[in-house]
């Protein structure tokens, strides 16, 4: 099993940076790809990034690309957001995810274990 914990959240405003942490324990984090899915208030669970178990590959949704940093760690069993350029849309509660294989798949029902979840407000 694996436990994640997500910090980092925030408000900034349009245009700023943040940068969002999740730590996590158990075994199974070594072979498990890493994700992050964000909700906004009325709306479903959307894909962000994901990374590889061993790190080397990384997989973004469009809307995200070139302004977020996936990253793991996996000596300290930490996995980061970085997040640039941030516009209100960019807005909701942000997710950490553990799924069951190691590819950095977007595909949410790959991933077994999640987070409780940090809020990121962006002002106009």
């Not at 959307?46 to 469009?62: I, M, P």
């Not at 980061?80 to 799924?99: F, I, R, S, W």
């Amino acid at each position: 099993q694996v436990q994640l914990v997500e910090s980092g959240g925030g408000l900034v405003q349009a245009g700023g940076s943040l940068t969002l942490s999740c730590a996590a324990s158990g075994r199974s984090f070594i072979t498990s790809a890493l994700g992050w899915f964000r909700q906004a208030p009325g709306k479903g669970r959307e894909f962000v990034a994901a990374v590889s178990s061993d790190g080397r590959d990384t997989n973004y949704a469009d809307s995200v690309r070139g302004r977020f940093i996936i990253s793991r760690d996996n000596t300290k069993k930490m996995v980061n957001l970085q997040m640039h350029n941030l516009n209100p849309e960019d807005a909701g509660v942000y997710y950490c995810a553990a799924a069951n294989l190691r590819i950095p798949t977007s595909r949410s029902v790959y991933y077994n274990y999640w987070g409780q979840g940090t809020q990121v407000t962006v002002s106009a």
